[in-house]
């Protein structure tokens, strides 16, 4: 019965080192938030995430209300010194959002779909936020600074005129 075990398990090693390897577990991506929201709203800004507003200024609009598709920016702070960027998936009210965003606290490298954000600002700007937080079933107790919120759009010029233009070989008709 040894000489039978010790056969297999010399017949296991050889298959083993002909190349065969027995079928491993697929890891999940680990998300970080800057690639998950470029590619979740279409914002094509790269960098780490405390750069995004900077970046989106002249190219992308901005402003201070959510919308569905948008990106919330971030600003660096405390424990998130590289910031962070999250897409609205859903405006509730005037002061509560949902986000669908990745890498963010309990959830590393995860992304978490349909997460409560909610404006705590004074000024009802959305310049300071609470996030829910899965671990305690409630908004956390962190205040984040926000710059607000960067659409899927171009910007428009400063003076709030809009230029269309016609290729040449198009006449009037």
Known sequence: MKRLQAAAVAALLGIFALGFSPPSVKAEPYWQCVTFARMFSGIGIYGDAHTWWTQAQG???????????????????????????????????????????????????????????????????????????????????????????????????SDGLLLASVPP???QP
């Open 59 to 157: 190219k992308f609009a901005t402003g201070e209300r959510p919308r569905t598709g948008a990106v919330l920016a971030f600003q660096s702070s405390g424990r998130m010194r590289l910031g962070h960027v999250a897409v609205v998936s859903e405006v509730l009210t005037d002061r509560v959002i949902r986000v669908t965003h990745a890498n963010w606290g309990g959830s590393r490298g995860k992304v978490e779909e349909n997460v409560t954000v909610v404006d705590v600002s004074d000024a009802n700007d959305w310049s300071a936020v609470k996030v829910w937080y899965n671990p305690i079933n409630d908004l956390g107790t962190s205040v984040y600074p926000t710059h607000g919120f960067i659409y899927n759009s171009p910007a428009r010029p």
């Open 169 to 171: 070989s198009i006449g």
